[in-house]
């Protein structure tokens, strides 16, 4: 007696959508490293334009917030708004391939 095993995608179709998600992989990657991300902090007193690729491209600050006598509230909303951008970067990097991976873990992305 013969056991009905169902059948599926053959390795040689395995291998094709496999290459297909990683060739539309390096093309998302490339397309997101190109984008430019603008993320203010403190309420927009401070605005950081960043890369895809975490490359910082600007950073304004508002007059107001410039006080000689109190550096340290200047050097946490910078901080505050640089960490929020690279975050903005990692978490638009992540859905968009999720989108093309289906969830799928991908060790060494990201």
Avoid: C, H, W
């Amino acid at each position: 007696m013969r056991a009905n095993v169902p059948k599926g995608p053959s390795m040689n179709e395995m291998l094709r959508q496999a290459q297909k998600m990683q060739a539309d992989m390096q093309e998302k990657q490339a397309e997101l490293d190109e984008k430019v991300y603008d993320i203010s902090a403190g309420g927009g007193v401070v605005k950081v334009k960043i890369s895809g690729k975490k490359e910082i491209l600007n950073i304004e600050i508002s007059p107001e917030i410039v006080d000689p006598d109190d550096i340290e509230t200047l050097q946490d909303i910078m901080v505050a708004a640089v960490n929020e951008a690279i975050k903005k970067v990692d978490s638009t990097n992540e859905a968009e391939m999720n989108k093309i991976t289906g969830g799928l873990g991908m060790p060494g992305m990201f």
